[in-house]
């Protein structure tokens, strides 16, 4: 019963959270794009199912900076802190105590190719800042891996519902390769968004760009744009 009851917290407290953000949400370009260009049906947010650009395959390629850290569940730690009222250290079994959420979503890659339909399951991100109360300075967040890696997002675009920190994925757990055991997944922006080997959710009161944003990628990187750099 009292495990329940934080978990009902923890999801009432992300929906107020969300509330704060909720116009600025459906602002986004993956949402509202008047001309979103692309190709195939049209997806669940109103954008073409393929981006402009993109080829889809069945496959899905290894891409990483080099180093592919292995890091075991039992050693694995997801530091959230920065501009946060209640900072927090979580282990793999205060992981996967929150509340799972099992989505289907595409995996956009700059590289030019996109992976359709993929079954995940993860921890919100959203479910994890409402753990942590981003106080009212907080507009980016900056994803910190263990191969010191790092990626920023607006707030607007990370508190969506299938923004997930991922631990399974096709039905199987995350393979080191493709960032197990927890990488982040943005499916509404490219992925390299989302962070491989996720060790830190830092909250930040104003942008700063990660490895990629400082090398030439786009800062806001939407797909239905073409907006692959800056």
């Known amino acids: 019963m009292e495990e329940n009851s ?37 997806n669940r947010h109103g954008m073409p199912k393929l981006p402009v650009g993109q080829i889809k395959t069945v496959k899905w390629p290894v891409l990483d900076l080099g180093f ?22 979580l282990n793999w079994e205060d992981f996967m105590a929150l ?69 399974t994925a096709d039905h199987k757990p995350l393979e080191r390769d493709h960032g197990g055991p927890v990488r982040m997944i943005t499916p509404q922006l490219y992925a390299w968004k989302g962070s491989k080997w996720i060790s830190r959710i830092e909250f930040l009161s104003a942008n700063k760009l990660g490895f990629w944003e400082l090398r030439g990628y786009s800062n806001t990187a939407y797909p239905w744009r073409n907006d692959r750099y800056s």
């Not at 999801?11 to 509202?32: C, G, N, W, Y």
């Not at 592919?68 to 250290?89: R, T, Y």
């Not at 993860?122 to 409402?130: I, K, M, P, Q, S």
Request: proline content about 6%; hydrophobic content about 35%; overall charge negative.
């Open 68 to 89: 592919k850290p292995d890091i075991s569940q039992q050693k694995w730690k997801l530091v959230i802190d920065g501009e946060v009222e209640s900072p927090v250290s």
């Open 6 to 42: 934080k978990l009902d917290k923890i999801i009432e407290a992300r929906m107020k959270l969300k509330a704060r953000f909720e116009h600025q949400m459906a602002d986004t370009p993956s949402v509202s794009d008047p001309s979103p260009m692309g190709t195939g049906q049209i």
């Open 99 to 167: 509340p799972q959420t099992e989505d289907v979503s595409d995996f956009h890659c700059v590289t030019t190719w996109s992976r359709m339909d993929v079954p995940w399951t993860g921890v919100r991100l959203a479910d994890l800042a409402a753990l942590v109360q981003p106080k009212a300075s907080a507009t980016h967040i900056l994803c910190h891996g263990y191969d010191k890696y790092t990626t920023n997002l607006s707030l607007e675009e990370a508190l969506k519902d299938d923004v997930l920190l991922v631990h």
